[in-house]
């Protein structure tokens, strides 16, 4: 093909010059990679952070609304009130957990009866969000166990696990009894068998584990469960999956982006923020291209000149500059893309005093593929309005001057 | 035989502000085939814009073309090209080779470019060429290695390379020095007698017009005189 023949030659004319241009190309596609990698692992981290300690899926009871039937005149004809005659609970709790189990999606599962309740010791008394479940399941959701600091996991008769603050608060260590006063009126002597520590204020202070044989006859919950909680195996599937076993169950469910729509918001925010620093590092990119081969094409009017008027066509003169583009693009894309994922892969490996990694950076999601086919085909775009000024020259004019 | 070039009645206004400027009054122009014809004439007589719009770079506001018996003032832009490309051969004062090739290929351009590549053939003819203007020792020297009379040289061959009906040639020793312009002067008349090939050259240069077979003088934008030109003058 002769046209990239003549292309590639009027790129290799100059090396330095090529080779700073391409290299402009690099540093752009590398600072797209490396932005694209941070606000990937940084959502990532964020989203690790919340889901780690909580369910990606909540099922719960429907919602009951008081609300206002309306005639065909839109008078009013009846309210429906909420009946508050039955305990909230989900009773067929079994075959939900049947349909749960042969979901691939669903990683795992806890059945748990939630309420509120009282700590008391002496004259101290704390409040506390009480989370009763299987024991066999007690990491299902949070992985309690691996943050036990005093005593162990295991919740037993009569045992409950309460995080370092609350017993901090209380002055309770692991082997201690605390009266347990539940939001039914219901009292009971339990034994804390063992303090974990999350690092999460709202979990280390306010919450307790119980087994749910335990917290039945406390919360005079003798067969329902409140509350499925469901880890999946992709979080990102939680508005998908929550949506199906809505329809699949009649219950309520929430994802956990629906609990957490303020981090939702912030992570979108943050995703635009990013959306932004990669345009305008294209554009850049883009603008140097253009810039670049309209030089070019200025330079050589002469050759294009006298190329018109031996009669070479318009088409073949525009191929030669939308080529060298489509060239630049490639080969600084790709450096960029190289460069790009050596930077995030050395960056990952940074760390901070505790351990932890200095970055949050996820060097496989730079958006490579993309980036690659943006940069391109942004080149060949940036290379279009040299090209057709360089095609348009008037032979006698170019060949004259 | 039917001539290579037969323009009749050209003319050529250009537009400046609202006023016109006339610069080619109802030129008629002949060429035979192997004729070496001068164009002379002051600066701003319109020698150059008649060689332009012989050559199909300019469109005359009047006046009928034909060139080897095809009519080409009709042709669209597209045309044009492809019949400039074909047929046509152009040697101008500037040579603008393309500096990123080498002689060889410099030469082999216009019938690569629309190939969509040099052939074998097209090196050889190239090849054959440059050892015909005396550059058989640089074919593949890259152009920006070469003299200037070399690079002159090295035009002749590329005007010459697609087999063209006309040659024109712009002022082609205005950049050289004398003796470079001697030889490239030589080259032509050579290549004129002994492959048939007819030549217009538009020069202001007395020296040049008295090596040709004909020279046709132009003022003020029209012909003012036609002088041939027997072998005996021209060889003086």
């Not at chain 1, 943050?147 to 901090?168: F, K, P, Q, T």
């Not at chain 1, 000149?305 to 030669?320: D, N, T, Y």
Request: with cysteine.
């Amino acid at each position: 093909m002769f046209v990239l023949a003549v292309a590639r030659r009027y790129l290799f004319s100059n090396p330095s010059q090529t080779a700073l241009l391409i290299a402009g190309v690099a540093l752009g596609v590398t600072a797209f990679v490396f932005i694209t990698a941070l606000i990937a692992g940084l959502a990532t981290r964020l989203t690790d952070d919340v889901t780690a300690n909580s369910a990606h899926v909540s099922l719960e009871t429907p919602t009951r609304l008081a609300r206002v039937l309306r005639g065909p005149d839109a008078d009013v004809e009846s309210v429906v009130l909420v009946s508050t005659f039955q305990r909230r609970q989900i009773r067929a709790w079994s075959s939900t957990l049947e349909l749960l189990r042969s979901q691939a999606s669903v990683a795992a599962i806890s059945p748990q009866i939630s309420g509120s309740a009282f700590l008391v010791k002496g004259e101290a008394v704390a409040p506390v969000a009480v989370t009763a479940l299987d024991p066999s399941g007690l990491d299902a959701i949070s992985p309690i166990s691996t943050e036990i600091v005093d005593g162990e996991a295991n919740l037993g008769a009569d045992g409950i696990l309460i995080g370092a603050r609350l017993a901090e608060n209380l002055g309770l260590s692991a082997g201690q009894p605390v009266l347990f006063r539940t939001d039914r009126g219901v009292d009971r002597l339990l034994t804390v068998r063992g303090v974990f520590e999350t690092g999460l204020q709202s979990l280390d202070e306010r919450v307790a584990y119980l087994s749910i044989q335990t917290a039945r006859p406390l919360f005079r919950l003798p067969e329902g469960v409140t509350n499925i909680e469901i880890k999946l195996v992709d979080p990102y599937q939680a508005r998908d999956v929550a949506l199906f076993l809505h329809e699949a169950t009649g219950l309520r469910a929430i994802s956990w982006q629906e609990k957490n729509a303020s981090l939702e918001g912030a992570l979108t925010a943050q995703a635009r923020t990013g959306v932004l620093i990669q345009v305008f590092s294209l554009i850049s990119v883009l603008i140097g291209i253009a810039s670049a081969l309209s030089l070019s094409a200025n330079r050589r009017r002469g050759e294009i000149g006298i190329m018109r008027a031996f009669g070479v066509s318009r088409r073949f003169i525009a191929g030669v500059f939308v080529l060298q583009g489509l060239l630049i693009g490639m080969v600084g894309a790709g450096l960029g893309c190289l460069s790009g994922y050596g930077l995030c892969i050395w960056l990952a490996t940074l760390t901070n005093a505790d351990g932890s990694a200095a970055l949050p950076i996820a060097p496989a999601e730079g958006g490579y593929v993309a980036v690659f086919a943006l940069t391109t085909l942004g080149a060949v775009l940036a290379s279009v309005l040299p090209a057709r000024a360089a095609a348009r020259l008037d032979p006698l004019e170019a060949i004259q001057q | 035989m039917s001539a290579v070039l037969d323009a009749r009645e050209i003319g050529m206004r250009f537009r400046n502000g609202d006023e016109f400027t006339e610069v080619l009054k109802g030129v008629d122009l002949t060429l035979q085939p192997g004729e070496l014809a001068a164009l002379l004439g002051a600066s701003g007589s319109g020698k150059s814009t008649l060689l332009s719009i012989v050559g199909l770079l300019l469109r005359p506001t009047a006046g009928t073309i034909t060139i080897a018996g095809d009519r080409v003032d009709t042709l669209s832009d597209a045309e044009r090209a492809l019949f400039r490309n074909h047929r046509l051969g152009f040697i101008f004062q500037f040579h603008h080779l393309l500096p990123d090739f080498t002689a060889t290929e410099n030469v082999a351009f216009p019938a690569a470019a629309p190939a969509g590549g040099i052939t074998a053939a097209m090196r050889q003819r190239a090849r054959e060429l440059l050892a015909r203007v005396g550059l058989a020792d640089r074919l593949d020297f890259p152009a920006t290695r070469l003299s200037g009379g070399q690079k002159q040289r090295v035009a002749i061959a590329r005007a010459l390379m697609n087999k063209p009906d006309l040659v024109l040639a712009d002022e082609p020793t205005g950049s050289l020095d004398r003796v470079s312009a001697e030889q490239v002067l030589d080259l032509m008349r050579e290549v004129n007698r002994e492959d048939g090939a007819t030549f217009l050259i538009c020069t202001h240069d007395e020296q040049v017009a008295a090596r040709c077979t004909r020279r046709i003088s132009l003022s003020e934008g029209r012909v003012e005189s036609v002088m041939n030109l027997g072998d005996t003058d021209r060889d003086k």
